[in-house]
């Protein structure tokens, strides 16, 4: 849950435009009557250092479409072709059978 609140915390300052450092996270916790430990807005803080969230973010955003986009058409593609081969398969075993003097109705 500790991380939960430090993200957001992380979220409100960078929608601030103001510099998320461990102080500022934790003064946004502390206004919001949350308590966390330090290490967390420590961690994040060192994570973030020198990035800018908003980038971070909408680079993530504008990605996750087309790589869904692309992970749907090649699922597409891996599907059909797994039925055609299923389906090569079972036409062989028909002939095999044949062959080999084992019909139906013998």
Not at 15 to 35: C, F, M, P, R, Y
Not at 39 to 44: A, H
Not at 57 to 63: H, K, R, T, V
């Amino acid at each position: 849950m500790s991380d939960a609140l430090v993200s957001y915390a992380a979220l409100i300052l960078a929608d601030a435009e103001k510099e998320i450092s461990s102080e500022n996270l934790q003064s946004v916790l502390t206004a919001a009557g949350a308590s966390v430990d330090s290490i967390w807005t420590s961690v994040f803080a060192k994570a973030l250092e020198g990035k800018d969230l908003k980038d971070i973010l909408f680079s993530m955003a504008a990605a996750a479409p087309a790589a869904g986009a692309a992970g749907a058409a090649s699922g597409a593609a891996a599907g059909a072709s797994e039925e055609a081969a299923a389906a090569a398969e079972e036409e062989e075993k028909e002939e095999s059978d044949d062959d080999m003097g084992f019909g139906l109705f013998d």
